[in-house]
C-alpha cells in the first residue's frame, strides 16, 4: 500500500522537489540551538525585543481589593517579577540582547492619586532595573491616562530624569479612543520629547460577551481587534496629521490591519455620510501605516513576509511578549522568512530598535 510517508520517502529517493516558499519557510522555521551573539552573513547584530513585559510586588499591593485580578492567567507569570539572572538566561535562549520592558495598564480605573502612586512605584523600579543592566535592559514609562495633565508630567519625568524611552499604553483608556483631543498634550508631550508610544491592547471589553466560550477569544481576537480600533481612530480622526510626529509601536503586528488596511481607503467614497466632512485626511488610510511601527508577533514566515510588504522592513521590529511563551523562537522567526534580505534581517532585528530609540548598535 502506498502510505503518504512511503510516497515521501520514494519522492526523495528519486529526486522529486516540492517547490513552495510556503513550504521551504516553514521547514527553515523549525527551532535551532539558541545563539548569541547573532550574526547576519558574518556580521554581528543586535537582537532587541521590543515587547516583554514585567510586574512590580509593590505596585500591584497599591490596587488594594483589585490586586488579585491583575495578573493575566497564562504561563509566565511568576516570570514576570523578574529575578534579574534568570530573565538573562531566558533571554539568551530566545538569543535577544536586549528587552524593552513595560507593564500592560491596570490601573485606568483607579482615582488620581493611587494611579498616581502606582504608576510612580513602576517607573522608579524600571529606571532602577535599566540602570543595573543598561546593555540589557530599557524600558517604558507607566502612565495615568486617565487624567491627562498628569500622564505629560509624568512622560516628561521619565525621559527626562529617569531614562526611560517613552511610555506604554493601551488601546484605549475604559472605552474613551486616544483620538479624543482630551489626549492631545499627551501626545503633544510624546512628539516634543521623542518618546515612543508602545500600544498593548487590553482586550475589546464591549465584546465581552462574544468572546465567552473556548479558545481564549478574549485574547485571541480581542486583543489585536483592539489595537485595530485604536489605530484606525488615531488615523481617520486625523490625530497622526495633528502630530506627525509621534513614534508609535503597535503589539501584535498591529493587529488586524496589516492585512485589511486597503479597505479604508475606499471607506469615504463609498458611505460618505459616515465620514466627516470637516476632517480632510493628508494621505489615504492605508499610507499612514507606514509611519507607524509594528512588532513581528505574526508567528510565521509568510505572515512576516506580508506585513514587512505591507509597512515597509523598516517599521517591523522584534516582539515576543516575553514571559508569556507566545514566540519562544523569534531570531529563528526572522531567519525563516527567506523572502527577507540580509539588509531587511538586520534592520528588524535589531536596527530599527536601535534607530527609534537611540541606541548603539553591536
Request: hydrophobic share 40%; with cysteine.
Amino acid at each position: 500500500m502506498t502510505t503518504r510517508r512511503n510516497f515521501l520517502k520514494g519522492a526523495a529517493a528519486s529526486g522529486i522537489a516540492f517547490c513552495s516558499c510556503g513550504m521551504l519557510d516553514a521547514a527553515h522555521a523549525q527551532p535551532k540551538a539558541p545563539r548569541l551573539p547573532v550574526k547576519v552573513n558574518g556580521k554581528r547584530v543586535l537582537t532587541v525585543d521590543v515587547h516583554a513585559h514585567c510586574y512590580f510586588r509593590e505596585a500591584i499591593n497599591l490596587m488594594g481589593d483589585g490586586a488579585d485580578k491583575v495578573l493575566p492567567p497564562v504561563k509566565g507569570v511568576p516570570e514576570h517579577f523578574i529575578a534579574i539572572e534568570q530573565r538573562l538566561k531566558e533571554m539568551d535562549a530566545m538569543a535577544i540582547d536586549m528587552e524593552v520592558l513595560s507593564i500592560n495598564p491596570f490601573w485606568y480605573g483607579k482615582d488620581r492619586d493611587t494611579a498616581a502612586q502606582i504608576v510612580r512605584v513602576q517607573n522608579e523600579k524600571l529606571a532602577e532595573l535599566c540602570a543595573a543592566r543598561p546593555e540589557r535592559f530599557a524600558a517604558f514609562a507607566s502612565l495615568t491616562l486617565q487624567y491627562p495633565d498628569l500622564a505629560a508630567q509624568q512622560l516628561e519625568t521619565a525621559v527626562k530624569k529617569q531614562g526611560l524611552r517613552g511610555a506604554a499604553i493601551g488601546g484605549s483608556v475604559l472605552g474613551e479612543d486616544f483620538s479624543d483631543p482630551k489626549f492631545h498634550p499627551v501626545w503633544a508631550k510624546a512628539e516634543e520629547l521623542g518618546a515612543v508610544l508602545f500600544i498593548h491592547p487590553q482586550s475589546t471589553p464591549e465584546l465581552a460577551k462574544r468572546f465567552k466560550g473556548n479558545g481564549w477569544l478574549s485574547n485571541t481576537i480581542g486583543n489585536p481587534l483592539d489595537t485595530t480600533i485604536a489605530l484606525q481612530h488615531l488615523i481617520f480622526e486625523g490625530t497622526l496629521d495633528r502630530f506627525p510626529g509621534l513614534k508609535i509601536v503597535a503589539a501584535h503586528g498591529g493587529g488586524y490591519l496589516g492585512s485589511y488596511a486597503a479597505r479604508g481607503d475606499h471607506a469615504c467614497f463609498v458611505s460618505p455620510q459616515n465620514c466627516n466632512p470637516n476632517i480632510t485626511l493628508k494621505k489615504k488610510p492605508s499610507e499612514y501605516l507606514n509611519q507607524l511601527y509594528f512588532d513581528a508577533m505574526v508567528f510565521t514566515p509568510e505572515g512576516l513576509r506580508h506585513l514587512v510588504a505591507q509597512v515597509g522592513a523598516s517599521q517591523v521590529l522584534l516582539g515576543t511578549d516575553h514571559p508569556i511563551p507566545w514566540e519562544q523562537h523569534p531570531v529563528d522567526h526572522v531567519f525563516a522568512t527567506s523572502m527577507l534580505s540580509d539588509k531587511q534581517k538586520i534592520a528588524i532585528l535589531g536596527g530599527n530598535a536601535a534607530r527609534l530609540f537611540g541606541m548603539k548598535l553591536a
